[in-house]
């Protein structure tokens, strides 16, 4: 029996894990991605004490010092979590099961779809979700992404290293949600080709991804595409216990972290915590605080 299941292994769930331990609470972590979202951007530059980490370093620092303190870690999807009796029982996807006295969720969010024609059948061809993981593969090529966030600059940046010609395309008239900083760096390059005010309506190729069609009605020729516009909420598991959400599905939580739930807690991107700024440094202070929580929990229940 573990005094906390945490399901997310990013910045939220390793904090917790680590002040989970510190407090002496038998702790196991579920996770399909050691270190979440944050290991695909190679230069994480706001992070208080480093100046420049790259975040796979990062995440592979956070899980060895949670591992380090003696907290489990499994590389397992959660199928199904079931409440009874004050107990919780995670069942994986590989059919494998545990309980626990208390359940922190810090499973991050999930990539928004275009959910145009052609961007299912290309996914793997030349469409793709992570420019950390595929931008080399592209090296001498044309290649698009789309979005005007943090992490359409930062694929933006990491393609320009390898693609000939970028195309970063925007439905609005300017970038009000990135970052100044990769502002700058994007309007300062000039293999970087921003498109204000147009939008992807159609993948098209054969085998692979030969192009995209756009609202403007423009066809770019392209190699690759990447995209990112953004992400957001769900519970990728059953649970057999309701836990309230705003009505975009973000959980709700209250100063100490807890939800509707007796017993389980959230932390990191997936709340409605920390006013919704979706930054490493918020979800290690929301780790933090859920694990301090379900410790007192745990005193004032046992």
Known sequence: ??????????????????????????????????????????????????????????????KAHAEGLGAEIKMEKIKS????????????EWDS????????????????ELGVPGEKEFAGKGVSGCATCDAAFFKDKIVGVIGGGDSAGVAALIVKEFATKTYLIYRKGEFTKMQPPYVKKIKGDKSIEVMFLDDVT????????????????????????????????????????????????FIEVNKNQATSEAGVFAAGDITTASNFFHQIATAVGEGSVAADSAHLYLITNE
């Open 81 to 92: 979590v079931e409440k009874k009796k004050n107990v919780f029982t995670l069942t994986t």
């Open 202 to 249: 159609e993948f098209y190729g054969k085998d692979k991804l030969e192009g995209v069609k756009l609202k403007s009605g423009k066809d770019l020729k392209l190699d690759g595409f990447f995209i990112e516009i953004g992400f957001e909420p769900e519970i990728p598991f059953e649970i057999n216990f309701k836990i309230k959400t705003d009505k975009v599905g």
């Open 1 to 62: 029996m573990y005094d906390i299941a945490i399901i997310g292994a990013g910045p939220a769930g390793f904090t917790a894990a680590i002040y989970a331990q510190r407090y002496n609470m038998k702790s196991i972590i579920f996770g399909d991605k050691m270190g979440g979202l944050v290991t695909e951007n190679p230069f994480i530059e706001n992070y208080p004490g480093l100046k420049l980490i790259d975040g796979a370093k990062l995440g592979e620092d956070m």
């Open 97 to 112: 099961r545990v309980e626990a006295k208390t359940l922190l969720l810090a499973h991050g969010l999930k990539r928004r």
